[in-house]
């Protein structure tokens, strides 16, 4: 296993010396730290969306975190794609969307945008969570639907606010975390391990505060994918005889055979990040945050084929129990892969709360300083040593974003906001051959992609006491969009194209009522129009047909989507619950689905096209309860049933009155936790998802197999101990009744979590 338990032993004794030192070195220092400061104002005051909080302290107490998405891992209605520790490609799933929409999802750091505006999928525009380390995060608000005039059309599904904390004193932290998966699935029998390490300190000196810290984390995962080859239609004694293979069905239900696993991924990653913040005698408040992401994935493949003589068997024409199979060189060679990353996220914030009125001013930009995958273009085994491959290169690529906003609460009846915002986008991709994969320089440029989007914005909302227990919230956001800069290049097939600009207006209409009648109850109707703008990659990707590349469509439609919701919340001293009925109409959605690709050929291929119509209906169940049955025993949990249906699409009328791919009709979790005394607690969750279909027309019925999306139910456990006023330990299980399921990919099987804690 690729974990240094050295390393995780030096860190338990290190911890144990700094806290010795520090505490013979500064007895006078305060035994806890009780407070925290929130630089940024918390997301969802005066919002009329449905919001969701997620405190970490209660977040650290329930669940086993190693990565800052694993927070969400209970939050309502949403689902984020984890495939293993450390994944990079961990797109968010909300109640009208799937995983392949991650620009339907707003995710901020203290005003950076880390949800990636450069693309529409789980792969390379999942969003960038590892930016943020799991100590440094306060609190994440979650914001659902397009119901709030300060966020773009991309807040469809929600928004998602991640907020840091600063300290008030002198503060130190170390953490140690060890985890391990027992993972058994066809020839794969392995454990795969975890290890990080974590630490940092902070102070503040009148005015001035700032905060320094630094997260390791060393990971291995569970195969990704599987080979897999389509049986023949008929057998032969044709190729030479290996053993090992598996009998499986595709997701379309045809027999194939599975002879191993790819995409097992070695990681290793480091966050760094600085915050400073100066807060002025006039109430105006400075801060600037600066984090960096390095990664090092280095991803291999296993076979399960061995020839009579027991060699392991990569590629060839092969004979598996009768029939006989080709496999290619990159099947299992596609598979590896050896990516660096070095990313760095910069934000600089300015606010003033002085009197009724609040100024708030935030720049941010997120650049890719370095990200080169390599992968190889031989067979394996040899490409283990070298070979021809190629590079692809994203350096370059990134987007800054700019908002200015007011708050006027100078009349009792009306909080009124307004502001202006900017965000710009620049793609660069660049794929090189090379005369060898792991250590060779770029050759020839083969394929290349580019292009840059922008968008500037207006927009006001009031909020309109007008009656005893009555708010109406009105708003509206202007957009001017462009895409420019598009181009695309290939050797071979040959393509040199420069695509067209683009350029439009939308206005975004939004409205609220909200009715108070006493103090449990709040009742809610929204209504939002929002207006979700092609990303770089969906205007100017590249599909290939046969001896052609061709462009599919650079002049694709924003999707518009019409959403409403009804709510009714009840809060009082023991708990809370709210239910809520929503639909989301969408004209124009920017989906991917099979269509003749060049003009009058009868020949399908897959890429993004605005679909007519599709819509979404469903109604979201969320409670939390105290004390429940008897002192110290805490529910919550939450229920969401979504029907999701493509109801015209002229190009593709196979999917008409079809379930919409990768949205689940039913998904649901419930968490218990027990505190056996101030210093213990146990927390028990579940976790459950019927079936989704992969594709727009449902034509994968089997959902338990490699690229299928089954069905599932998992627990998870945890125990947590504070032993002191500075040490905390836990241990805890995830997938505690090691449930074997697929969401596209192989998911975690049974895996324990250890994890000791100091602060100061």
């Known amino acids: 296993m690729h974990i240094s338990y050295t390393a995780l032993t030096g860190a338990f004794f290190l911890l144990l010396g700094v806290s010795a030192a520090h505490a013979d070195g500064a007895p006078n220092m305060p035994e806890k ?15 009329p969306n449905s919001i969701e909080s997620v405190a970490a302290p209660k977040a650290r107490e329930q669940v086993n975190i190693v990565n800052t998405e694993d927070m969400l891992k209970y939050a309502p209605s949403l689902v984020v794609r984890k495939r293993h520790y450390g994944d990079t490609q961990d797109p968010v799933a909300t109640r009208t969307s ?31 969570f590892g930016i943020v380390a799991p100590e440094d995060v306060s609190d994440i608000d979650v914001l659902y639907g397009p119901f709030a005039a300060e966020y773009a059309g991309n807040s469809i599904g929600a928004v998602l606010n991640i907020i840091t904390r600063m300290p008030v004193r002198f503060e130190l932290y170390g953490d140690a975390l060890g985890a391990v998966q027992d993972f058994h699935q066809y020839g794969t029998h392995h454990a795969y391990g975890t290890g990080q390490l974590s630490a940092g300190m902070g102070d503040r000196d009148g005015a001035f505060s700032w905060r320094l810290s630094g997260n390791h984390l060393d990971t291995m995962g569970q195969p990704l994918a599987y080979v897999t080859l389509p049986q023949p239609s008929a057998p032969s004694v044709a190729g030479t005889p290996v053993q090992g293979a598996f009998d499986g069905q595709s997701r379309t239900g045809m027999p194939i055979a599975i002879i191993g696993a790819g995409g097992i991924e070695h990681q290793v990653q480091d966050t760094d990040t600085l915050k400073l913040a100066y807060e002025f005698p006039n109430r105006w408040q400075l801060s600037y945050t600066a984090s960096l992401f390095h990664q090092r994935d280095d991803a291999t493949a296993q076979t399960y084929l061995r020839d009579t003589a027991g060699t392991p068997v ?10 006989p199979y080709a496999i290619g060189a990159s099947s299992f060679s596609n598979n590896v892969y050896d990516w660096a990353q070095t990313h760095l996220a910069q ?17 941010s930009d997120y650049l890719y300083l370095d990200d080169n995958q390599r992968v190889p273009g031989t067979a394996l085994p040899a490409a283990r040593t070298g070979g021809a491959g190629t590079i692809n290169r994203l350096n370059g690529t990134g987007w800054y974003s700019f908002d200015a906003k007011g708050i006027w ?16 986008e620049t793609f660069k991709q660049s794929r090189y051959n090379t005369a060898d994969w792991i250590d060779g320089a770029p050759g020839l440029l083969a394929t290349s992609a580019k292009g840059q989007t ?5 927009w006001l909302q009031d909020i309109w006491s007008f009656a005893p227990g009555f708010k109406a919230t009105l708003g509206g956001r202007y957009e001017d969009w462009r895409a420019t800069d598009g181009g695309n290049f290939s050797t071979a097939p040959p393509l040199n194209v420069k695509q067209p600009h683009l350029a439009g207006d939308f206005f975004s209409p939004k409205a609220s009522l909200a009715w108070h009648p006493n103090a449990p109850w709040t009742f809610s109707a929204s209504w939002g129009l929002a207006y979700r703008m092609p990303t770089v990659t969906e205007l100017y990707q590249a599909v290939t047909t046969g001896t052609q590349l061709s462009v599919p469509n650079p002049d694709l439609k924003p999707e518009q989507a019409n959403s409403y919701e009804l709510a009714a919340e009840r809060i009082d001293d023991d708990g809370r619950a709210r239910l809520s009925l929503f639909q989301e109409d969408i004209t124009g959605a920017l989906l991917s689905q099979s269509a003749p690709l060049l003009p009058g ?8 096209q605005n679909v007519d119509r599709t819509r979404v209906r469903g109604i979201e169940l969320v409670a939390d309860q105290n004390d429940v049955l008897f002192d110290g025993l805490e529910l919550s949990g939450s229920l969401t049933y979504a029907d999701g249906r493509t109801l015209k699409d002229t190009a593709f009328p196979k999917a008409e009155n079809k379930s919409l791919p990768q949205l689940p009709k039913w998904r649901g979790n419930l968490v218990a936790t027990y505190h056996a005394n101030d210093r213990l607690a146990f927390t028990l969750a579940a976790r459950a998802s019927t079936r989704a279909y992969g594709t727009i027309d449902n034509s994968d019925p089997v959902s338990q197999t490699f690229q299928g999306f089954a069905a599932y139910f ?21 997938n505690l009744n090691n449930g074997k399921y697929f969401l596209y990919h192989p998911f975690p099987q049974r895996t324990l979590v250890m994890e000791i804690h100091y602060a100061r």
């Not at 730290?33 to 919002?47: D, W």
């Not at 922008?454 to 207006?458: G, H, K, L, Q």
């Open 33 to 47: 730290i009780e407070t925290v400061v929130v630089t940024g104002a918390r997301s969802g005051i005066g919002m």
């Open 98 to 128: 799937g995983v392949g929409a991650s620009a339907r999802t707003l995710i901020y750091v203290d005003g950076i945008l880390i949800s990636s505006p450069i693309g529409n999928n789980n792969t390379a525009a999942s969003p960038h």
């Open 314 to 323: 990569y590629s060839g024409g092969v004979n598996i129990d009768g029939y």
């Open 347 to 363: 934000a600089i914030s300015l606010k003033s709360t002085d009197g009724g009125f609040a100024w708030e001013i935030v720049g």
């Open 409 to 424: 609460q100078g009349r009792p009846a009306h909080e009124i906001s307004f502001g202006l915002h900017r965000d710009a």
């Open 454 to 458: 922008a968008t500037n914005a207006i």
């Open 601 to 608: 050929s009868t020949a399908l291929f897959s890429f993004v």
């Open 714 to 734: 998992v627990m998870d456990a945890r125990a947590q101990y504070q032993a002191d006023d500075h040490w905390t330990a836990s241990i805890g299980v995830d």
